[in-house]
């Protein structure tokens, strides 16, 4: 799942409505990001399929195809970081974002200091930059031991960055991927959603702990959903038999 990051990503900008599409383009343009525009979803999966940009900036109401929509269809070819935007903030709208495989959502109107920060904020929590080699060695090298968290059955292999469950393959999304991280570092313990959400998003202020509810509930759904245990009014935890 090694990812090598471009100097400058290149984001895809879905936005229906034209005047906050141009000034939010400029306004990241500013800030130094290419940026490819779609007005609508159909154009939008178009776009990201002849382009594959490195994030894709969502809105969540568009035409033909919605931002709900769009989102589902790219999480069934890509695994690429997802901010979703919207003016709508009742939580239904906010969780069918997150649950179509959203990384992270923000509402507008917004200042474009923070949607930047936002931006770098998935990018850095969902690359992996891996070291370039210094040379071809003379000889091959032997592959130095795996580091695998074994739990029930749960395999996590932390140097290639894969997870097994009962010996399958199981395709995780870089963010759920960083909180099963979390999870399987500390087996058994009680893991707060604040703490969840400064570890695995990089919030070091009160953001909507939603976010965490939501991506726990899509990863239990990937990996079993008796794994991970809800504790009322603290947060989660990995069980482990034992």
Request: with cysteine; proline share 8%; net charge negative.
């Amino acid at each position: 799942m090694s990812t090598v990051v471009p100097a400058t990503p290149r984001i895809l900008l879905v936005e229906d409505d034209e005047v906050i599409r141009e000034a939010t383009r400029m306004a990241l343009e500013r800030y130094g990001f290419p940026v490819d525009t779609a007005a609508d979803g159909l154009e939008g999966l178009e776009r990201f399929r002849a382009q594959r940009p490195d994030i894709l900036l969502l809105d969540v109401m568009l035409p033909l195809l919605d931002g709900v929509g769009l989102c589902r269809r790219i999480r069934e070819e890509s695994q690429l970081p997802i901010l979703m935007m919207s003016a709508r903030t009742e939580p239904i709208d906010v969780v069918s974002g997150l649950e179509a495989g959203a990384d992270d959502y923000i509402t507008k109107p917004f200042e474009t200091a923070v949607l930047v920060a936002r931006i770098r904020t998935v990018l850095r929590r969902t690359r992996t930059v891996p070291e370039p080699p210094a040379e071809a060695p003379a000889q091959p090298a032997p592959e130095p031991p795996r580091s695998v968290r074994v739990i029930d059955g749960l395999e996590v292999d932390t140097d290639a960055m894969e997870v097994r469950v009962a010996g399958r393959q199981v395709p995780l999304t870089p963010t759920e991927l960083r909180l099963l991280l979390e999870f399987t570092a500390a087996p058994g313990i009680v893991l707060e959603r604040q703490t969840l959400l400064e570890r695995v998003w990089d919030y070091s202020w009160g953001a909507d702990s939603r976010v965490v509810d939501v991506h726990v509930q899509r990863l239990r759904a990937k990996i079993g959903a008796a794994r991970i245990e809800t504790i009322r009014g603290f947060g989660y935890k990995l069980r482990r038999s034992g």
